[in-house]
């Protein structure tokens, strides 16, 4: 089965500039994740999906940082304008639902100079 | 609120020597835990997970965890490792409807 694709791997843009990220989960996962992850840190959830509707956004800094996930399959995170703390790796990840697996793409890490 | 504690940012072994990666939970409710492995350049890859079922947990490449209720510990081991074993390790809990909570992780190095 094909895993999580993630685009782009690798993206370096200017502060105060915009940028999108673009995940497609694995087929037929409810649930869907974007993690933030810091260098040398563990991931940190942004925000949750399940089907297309918000489980759990409540660490999403919400006056940059956007998400939707279009008819339940795929999403995109948009962070407008970026900040330099805002370099990290962002990860997708997708599950059947509750209690089930965590599947998560290759990330895209992102350098903001 | 949930949360995890890896004990050691970084574990250094032999080639062959036990692997003992430490992990403490925080959690209100029974909880359910993973412990996930990462690649350099890679994504998260799922180890082993704990849900409620045996307490001694196997998982994908020779290693296995063991919850422990009382200590509030879910801490993964090896017999012996392997120099493929050298990644980052994180240990993560779920309550419910799985928001998954990591660990800061740790870095296994596997010495020759």
């Known amino acids: 089965e094909a895993g999580v694709a993630q685009s782009p791997r690798y993206k370096i843009i200017e502060k105060r500039q915009s940028v999108a990220f673009w995940c497609n989960p694995i087929?037929?996962?409810?649930?869907l994740y974007w993690y933030q992850q810091i260098l040398g840190q563990g991931p940190k959830l942004l925000i949750q999906?399940?089907?297309?509707?918000?489980?759990?956004d409540s660490q999403l800094p919400k006056d940059r940082f956007s998400a939707e996930r279009l008819k339940g399959v795929d999403s995109t995170l948009k962070i407008q304008p970026a900040k330099l703390e805002d370099s990290a790796v962002y990860l997708c990840?997708?599950?059947?639902?509750?209690?089930?697996?965590?599947?998560f793409g290759q990330g895209t890490r992102l350098t903001v100079v | 609120a949930q949360s995890v504690t890896q004990l050691g940012s970084h574990v250094s072994v032999s080639e062959g020597a036990l692997v003992l990666l430490r992990c403490n939970y925080s959690?209100?409710?029974?909880?359910?835990l993973f412990w996930y492995v990462q690649y350099p350049n890679q994504g998260l890859q799922l180890l082993l997970k704990?849900?409620?079922?045996?307490?001694l947990v196997k998982g994908i490449n020779g290693f296995e965890a063991e919850f422990k209720k009382s200590e509030t510990s879910f801490h993964l081991t090896k017999p012996s490792a392997h120099m493929s074993d050298a990644a980052e390790y994180f240990c993560?809990?779920?309550?419910?409807?799985?928001?998954?909570?990591f660990g800061q992780g740790t870095r296994l190095t596997i010495n020759p």
């Open positions: 990840a997708s599950s059947l639902g509750a209690v089930t697996e965590a599947f």
């Open positions: 959690s209100s409710v029974p909880p359910y």
């Open positions: 087929s037929g996962h409810a649930t």
């Open positions: 993560a809990v779920s309550e419910g409807a799985q928001k998954l909570v």
């Open positions: 999906f399940q089907n297309n509707g918000v489980v759990d």
């Open positions: 704990y849900t409620s079922a045996a307490t």
